[in-house]
C-alpha cells in the first residue's frame, strides 16, 4: 500500500525582507506596503516614493484645485437666494433656513419649520426625555434662562396669562403646591405679591417699593406715629384708606404698630408731622 504524498507547508517569510530608499525623502524604509504603495509598473511591485512623500505630493498638488472650487461653492452659496427644503419640497428663501456654525451663505438642509416640526414630535413622543434636557439646560445657563423668560412674559403678556389660567383649571393639585412652596420659601416676597394685587383690585395704579419704605422707616427713626413706641413690627398704614383714595404711593404711606393700625381702621388720620413732609417726599422719591 503506497503512501499519500505530503504536500509541504508553506515557508512563513519574514514581514521585512527588504528595504528600500525612498528617491524623494531619501529615507530608507522597509519594502512593504505599509511604507510604499502598490504599482505593478515598479521593480517589486512597489513604488519608489513612501506613501508620505506621495501624500504630500498630491496634497501641494490638488490643494490650489480644492481652494478654487471651495471658493466657488461658497460664491454659489452666497449668490443664491432661495432653496429646497428636502423635507417639505418647498423652494424658499434663504430666511427660513438657519445660519450653519455662523457661516456665510451657509444653512441648514431643512427650513425653519420642518426643524420645529421634528422637535416638536420629539418633545410629544419622548416628554421625561424632554423634561430632563430642559432642568439640564436651566441649570447650566441660569441667568440667561430667567432674562429668556422674562422678555418672552414681557412680549406676550396676554398670552402668558392665558396659559397660567388653563395650567391652573387643568392641574389646579400642582398650581396650590407651586403657590405653597413659593410661600415657604419666599415670604417677603409673596406678602408684597398679595399686597400689590389688592391694591391693583382696588383700581391703584402706582404702587410704593420696599426701598422706599425702608429708607422712610429710617427717616422716622423706626418709630410708630401714633404712639411713638420703639423696636417694635411696624407695618404699612395708608394715610387715606385705600379702599377710598384707592393710592398706593408712598406719600399715602406712614409706619404704625399693629395696634395702632387696628384703632385707625378706615379713618384718615395723617400722624405724619407737616414739616417733614417735604424732606420725606425729596428722600424717597429718589430711591427706586
Known amino acids: 500500500m503506497a ?21 524623494k525623502c531619501h529615507k530608507t524604509k522597509a519594502l512593504s506596503i505599509e511604507f510604499y504603495a502598490r504599482d505593478p509598473r515598479c521593480r517589486f511591485g512597489l513604488t519608489t516614493w513612501c506613501r508620505d512623500c506621495i501624500k504630500a505630493y498630491q496634497r501641494g498638488w490638488n490643494a490650489p484645485k480644492r481652494r478654487a472650487k471651495r471658493e466657488e461653492k461658497q460664491t454659489a452659496r452666497v449668490a443664491r437666494t432661495h432653496k429646497v427644503c428636502p423635507a417639505c419640497k418647498v ?24 426643524r420645529r416640526g421634528i422637535a416638536r414630535r420629539v418633545r410629544e413622543e419622548y ?23 422674562r422678555t418672552a412674559y414681557h412680549r406676550h403678556k396676554e398670552q402668558w396669562r392665558i396659559r397660567a389660567q388653563e395650567y391652573a383649571q387643568t392641574y389646579p393639585d400642582r398650581k396650590r403646591a407651586i403657590y405653597k412652596r413659593y410661600r415657604e420659601t419666599h415670604p417677603a416676597q409673596w406678602h408684597e405679591y ?37 423696636d417694635i413690627v411696624l407695618v404699612r398704614d395708608h394715610v387715606n384708606a385705600l379702599v377710598d383714595s384707592h393710592d398706593d404711593s408712598i406719600m399715602n404711606i406712614q409706619p404704625l404698630c399693629v395696634s395702632c393700625n387696628a384703632h385707625k381702621w378706615r379713618k384718615s388720620i395723617d400722624y405724619r408731622p407737616a ?3 417735604d424732606n420725606l417726599k425729596l428722600l424717597v422719591n429718589a430711591v427706586p
Open 3 to 23: 503512501l499519500a504524498q505530503s504536500t509541504p507547508s508553506p515557508v512563513q517569510l519574514p514581514l521585512f525582507v527588504l528595504e528600500r530608499e525612498c528617491t
Open 91 to 114: 423652494n424658499k428663501p434663504l430666511d427660513d433656513f438657519a445660519v450653519r456654525n455662523g457661516r456665510v451663505g451657509q444653512v441648514l438642509s431643512r427650513c425653519r419649520e420642518c
Open 127 to 149: 416628554p421625561e426625555r424632554q423634561v430632563i434636557y430642559s432642568a439640564r439646560y436651566r441649570e447650566r445657563h441660569l441667568e440667561e434662562a430667567r432674562a429668556r423668560g
Open 194 to 230: 398679595n399686597r400689590r394685587r389688592r391694591a391693583r383690585k382696588l383700581g391703584s395704579s402706582e404702587h410704593f417699593t420696599e426701598a422706599q419704605w425702608q429708607q422712610m422707616l429710617v427717616f422716622y427713626n423706626h418709630q410708630c406715629l401714633a404712639c411713638g413706641a420703639r
Open 275 to 277: 414739616a417733614t413732609l
